[in-house]
């Protein structure tokens, strides 16, 4: 699902200095954004006109899982129809500290401890989200989620559709996924690839504190159901953020680094897998262009289109599996809409299609590491400018 | 065998119980009649759902104790020596250890064959040794190493041993128990006098999918035993907040259901000798393990957030299952110190061989890395990483 034009009707409600994409960018109003918080009536606590603070916005640093954790406090603060649920998310304060301490402000009810059954508490969410509530279902790994997948699919995706519009399912699944450190093969699992296909979801990947932060707000303040991947080995990654009013459009990619030789497409981990392989490219003379994706789906049409104009070679790489991934579809969308605008078939960097094992060079080999990413420039840009090829 | 032992309770040994016979601080009387090298002792009474309990008189001989012994003890040592390896470094991702658990496992290898199936959760090291592995196999497996039982591709939750019909090992919690009805099934199927066994924690009881399986088991006559390793503990979450009736022997509902002190190897035996017999003839039944897990979840959780110091140390002080059958082995006369500490040196030996063994030996290479995905190798070529590269999957010979 993508979009190349503006959908008629979308205003950008919160001006442009919430939630704003680098100076240099190309100011076109974003697909779909949020509605201001002063123009929704929504019962509860809180100051709903937090303008005198959005200048004085707080600026510390963070680790993700504090900034995620942020969020989530700030946002039950300012809507007390906001909950989590899930495993050991409340006394224990989640198995990624993410949830840490809430409960004993929040109490038991919002900061819901559920028993062991993903199928049983993801279905209860989409539930409470219909009656008007605001669940966070967190899944302790992404991969257990599978046991929900047809709660996900059936009911949190297609209920606003099937009801002809009646009932909003405006929760926000979220959780660690990806490959850690030797978790083994059920463990280190990339289920992008799997909720890609299920229409009326939104995915968003999160890859820097600041970003975490920004997007979960959002995400929880969205009314569309939204599958929000963490990644296990980033939840210590520091980073600046930004006050309690700062948020991020969840449709929008992120440029991470400006450049003409060729787009980078990346997303969660892989974003400082491919800032790693920057740093050699940039010794060697090439000038790529690194664009973290942030909306899996639907895709950041606008920003992606720009890129591979501006450059007209694409790279993805990605950490799902090479069959089906997210780089597949994208691939494919790039393809598909660009086909004149590229001088290289695009390339893409994916995890092979193998069990990902426990041993950890095997681990190792089967996820794109930075040399391979040096490589495929290499191979897609050929010689720097300027520099002869060595 | 169950036969003698409900025809075994003398009534000299209850009147010795009721005369007022040393019991520890939970009730629990010690060893009551030894003869010659026999000895019968009283277990904890079973709590039963919809069938008539087994006698709680057992009998086992100076041989059997002594196996049961070491075998514990040796499963303890390898925990230990686990965490430490943990801790340095050499065992990465998750790591579930079984120590204070190690009874049940002894006591149904006790009582089943291998000819018998099991099934069990991520908390598998000790099951693993229990059906035939050894403990050389799983250090190097946590390790990584070629030499592990999964060569190194499967790690600390995926432990499986075909020939001796140990079916893993199981990463996600609850799914197990399907399979291990799948188990039961292939043994109605083939008519082979065999039971399935799934073991599931306290945790993992709340999953539908269990519930689904008790219901098929039961529609079909299943020759299933399920059993429910109750520590107490879902990760951080005690049962009491997260099950409506943790009596986990009743949730079958229309199946029976045993409760067993889980930390008695002797109770544990009398409890799944008795379920095999009544899965074999009159259908499936869930036994419940009333045990406790000493370290926490994993080695990710230090264990102490959600329970006190005072609780883990009452246990291990007053019910650990290694020191219970010290006591009877001592108390009956049966061994003296000597021999049971030569035994654990022993042990530790072994398990200290197996570190060595595993520290020496190589780490899976690239050869193994596309092996095993189709049984078939399909002659198949997988894309590598990055478009340029190619890996075949080799054709796998049996």
Known sequence: MYFSKVMSGCVDLRGPRAG????????LPPIWTHPDPQSVTRAGPGPLNRASTRTAAAKKELMMWESLREALDEEMERDPTVCLMGEDVGHYGGSYKVSYGLHKKYGDMRLLD???CENGFMGMGVGAAMTGLRPIVEGMNMGFLLLAFNQISN???MLHYTSGGQFKVPMVIRGPGGVGRQLGAEHSQRLESYFQSIPGVQLVAVSTAKNAKALLKAAIRSDNPIIFFEHVLLYNVKGEVEGPEYTQCLERAEIVREGTDVSIFCYSRMRYVVMQAVKQLEKEGY?????????????????????????????????????????????????????????HEVVRLSSQDVPTAYAYEL????IVQPEKVVAAVHRVVGAPAGVAYA | MLGALSKASSSAVRARLSSGAPRDILGRAFAAKVDGDTLSVEVNPFTAHKVEPPSTTVTATKDELIKYFREMYLIRRMEISADMLYKAKQIRGFCHLYDGQEAISV???AALTYKDSIITSYRDHATHVGRGGTVAEVIAELMGRRTGASMGKGGSMHMYKREHNFYGGQGIVGAQVPLGAGLALGHQYLDDGSVGVAIYGDGAANQGQIFEAFNMASLWNLPAIFVCENNHYGMGTAEWRSAKSPAYFSRGDYMPGLK?????????????????????AEGPIVLEMDTYRYHGHSMSDPGSTYRTRDEVSNIRQHRDPIEHVRKLLLDAGLAEVAELKALEKEAKKEVDAAIEAAKAADFPGQDVLAAHIYKEGLGMQLRGVDRMSWLTAPKQED
């Open chain 2, 107 to 109: 006591g149904m290898e």
């Open chain 1, 155 to 157: 009911n949190c995706g």
């Open chain 1, 20 to 27: 704003a994409p680098p100076a240099s960018y190309d100011p």
């Open chain 2, 260 to 280: 067993v002190d889980g930390m008695d190897v002797l109770a544990v035996r009398a409890a799944v000798a008795f379920a095999k017999q009544h899965a074999l």
């Open chain 1, 363 to 366: 681990e190792a080999a089967t």
């Open chain 1, 114 to 116: 559920t028993p062991i």
């Open chain 1, 287 to 343: 000038n790529p262009e690194v664009v973290d994706l942030i909306s899996l789906k639907p895709f950041d049409m606008q920003t992606i289109s720009r890129s591979v104009k501006k450059t007209r070679r694409a790279i993805i790489v990605e950490e799902c599996m090479k069959t089906g991934g997210i780089g597949a579809s994208l691939s494919a969308v790039i393809h598909e809409s660009l086909f004149n605008d590229l001088d």
